[in-house]
């Protein structure tokens, strides 16, 4: 992630990774970064629903809303 000179550089060097995204309401999704937008929706790829760090279930694709989420982290 060095050398991201703007955070939507940031996103860009993840796309197609791993990455973990954790919402306002506590709820955590790891998933592929396939696409976000300038408002921070992203679109994950083999979504998994992760609360303490288990697996409580596959979703597979998913759209998350950019003003709901706090973190997006590589993994």
């Known amino acids: 992630m060095e050398g991201a000179a703007r955070p939507l550089d940031a996103l860009n060097a993840a796309r197609n990774k791993?990455?973990?995204v954790e919402l306002k309401?506590?709820?955590q999704f790891v998933g592929k970064?396939?696409?976000f937008d300038i408002h921070v929706n992203v679109v994950l790829e083999e979504?998994?629903?992760r609360e303490n760090g288990e697996t409580t279930r596959k979703l597979g694709s998913?759209?998350?809303r950019g003003d709901t989420i706090i973190i997006i982290?590589?993994?």
């Open 33 to 35: 970064l396939k696409a």
């Open 25 to 27: 309401n506590n709820k």
């Open 47 to 49: 979504a998994e629903e």
């Open 62 to 64: 998913v759209f998350i």
């Open 73 to 75: 982290s590589p993994q």
């Open 18 to 20: 791993r990455v973990l």
